[in-house]
């Protein structure tokens, strides 16, 4: 049948098109929705205890499109051996701030200790350009395989967007 329809649109010329694409079109399954996730990382790790090399910032647009289904934001902080601070008298802490398009803060924390805060999910985020602002000071060190001690911040933003799928199955 598939071959009868060919050839009988095939030789209407431009005109038999449009049944054919029809005709193809109803063999193929009705489309499906596929999420999309897009991952964005701010990781940094402290190896020094020069206190020129203790702080750390950063600035990174995150573009959420019209068809982004939600916005998730994960934040650690690992500070190992978090008597230091009160050895050295030097304050440690890792903050951040999740920026919407007009400037509004919508998510932010601040640590001063090790910390694996709960996922944070926001739903039909608004479209636009959004802002992750980190900020962190912290040290690190090792000592020949003896001792180390390296304080961590990481923070990412998955933007999970939907799109529509069709089957390649006929």
Not at 57 to 80: G, H, T
Not at 98 to 116: I, R
């Amino acid at each position: 049948m598939m071959v009868a329809l060919f050839i009988a649109c095939s030789h209407a010329g431009c005109v038999g098109l449009l049944p054919m694409r029809e005709a193809i079109e109803e063999f193929r399954g009705p489309p499906g929705l596929d999420i999309i996730s897009k991952t964005t990382w701010v990781n940094h790790t402290f190896d020094s205890l020069d206190p020129l090399n203790s702080q750390f910032s950063a600035n990174v647009p995150i573009v959420i499109p019209e068809s982004a289904r939600a916005v998730r934001l994960n934040f650690i902080v690992e500070m190992d051996l978090e008597q230091f601070s009160e050895m050295t008298g030097d304050f440690r802490y890792a903050s951040y701030q999740f920026l919407d398009p007009g400037g509004a803060v919508k998510w932010e924390s601040n640590a001063t200790g090790s910390v694996q805060e709960p996922q944070l999910v926001l739903t039909s985020p608004d479209p636009g350009t959004w802002r992750l602002l980190v900020d962190a000071r912290g040290y690190g060190f090792e000592l020949s395989n003896l001792a180390t001690s390296k304080d961590k911040v990481s923070v990412w933003v998955v933007v999970e967007t939907s799109e529509l799928v069709y089957s390649d199955e006929t």
